[in-house]
């Protein structure tokens, strides 16, 4: 069993797929080291186990919508694009989305996993309580003030079987995409273009003077549509997708169509493979007060970068309170890395990358691929020591634990 992009393959030497909330606690009881999976599109090993694997793949798609309170009640297991689907259907739409609809809402929102927009925070904020058990076999609600150290909980207080979300009312979108923006104008107006719309991406190639392409994601209740140029970037007549030469139709729908907020916030189609495909991925989060320096220090290195790279892209995230987001305390700028599938020749380019960003007390996303010993998680997160503290009632003796989490000092 491997992982979406192949470079992972599952040690666990059973994979336990519940259908039922009593199944888990008895698959829990059972065993010493337990780890619950998503859809496996996290690039490293957080998701692994040595011992037991738990899949939601036979779990109901449990998803329950109170219009009135606007909440919906998820199931573990179910994608972004299924629910979506479901809340679109009942007049109701998520703040955001991430750039693919194919990963799991529990297993997303574990990591941290964000869309992009400098008013909205990333996916874990919009929980409003979640239902899990606990290593010793307890049915455990978390909600209230003791949400901030849950939401984004790496996989390791429990198996979730249940999130709930908080939920507005359906919008539309519209997306438009602008082409070969000077990369001075970028670090000049930085926040300017990141605010040209509801959700804004800039992929780059880290060319000399260009970045490729601005995704502007307007929503046609709150913003206006901009017109056929953006800062020296001018409109695409035709469609695109991120990565140049790659087949358009997995992308979401382009040139300025209106559509429901569902089919224009992720980048990529629900039914169609995201993405590359053949890929690696690594993402550093700084303050976006250090957004220009920081995008500086990367760009200096761009003829190291750019033999490795499929494509970079640039993504901003409302600060929240949530103990172990990437976005904690922090209005902050993502800068992604899509890589070549070479594990090798990128994991030895990393610590010179984690260099040059270190100065910004860059936070790595907790799903992708980084350096271990480069990030001193008590120091870049200051609920890091309390999260453990929590962690540990939660699991006394550790079961959520495995080695890539006590790689990162858990
Ligand atoms: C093509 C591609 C595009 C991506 N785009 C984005 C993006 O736009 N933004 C972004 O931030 N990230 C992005 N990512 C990263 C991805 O969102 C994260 O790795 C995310 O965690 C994957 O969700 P998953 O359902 O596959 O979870 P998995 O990778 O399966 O698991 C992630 C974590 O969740 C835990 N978990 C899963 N289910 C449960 C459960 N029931 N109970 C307890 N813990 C559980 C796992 O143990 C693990 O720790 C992308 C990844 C890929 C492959």
Redesign the pocket.
Known sequence: MK???GNVSFDANLVVRPTNVDDIKSALIAADSV?????????NR??DSKDLL?S?ELFPKDIQIDKVGKQVRVA??V?YGELAIALQAAGLALLNM???P???V???T??????SGLRNQ??SAAIASIE?ITAGGEDVTITGDELPSARV?????????HLSLQAIDTFDVAQRIFLDLPFENLLHHFEEIMQAGYSVSAFTTWGDAMVDQIWVKSRMDIDTVPGHELFGATAATHKFHPLAGAATKSATEQLGSVGPWHERLP??KLDFT??FGE?L?T?YFVDIKDAVAALQAVHALRAQVRPLLLVAEL?TIAADDNWLSEAYGRDSL?I?FTWKPDFAAVTAFLPALEAAIAPFKARP????LFTAENFDFHELYPKFGEWLAYRAGLDPDRKFINEQLSLWGM
């Open positions: 992982n979406w992009s780890r619950a999976l998503g859809s496996a599109h996290s690039f957080i998701a738990i939601f573990a297991g994608r991430g750039s693919l194919h990963i799991t529990v297993g997303a574990s990591t941290g996993t964000h869309g990333n996916l899990l909980g790496l996989g390791a207080l429990g198996v979730i079987h980048h990529f995201p993405s890929e991925q993402e993504r993502a992604h996303h907790w799903g992708k």
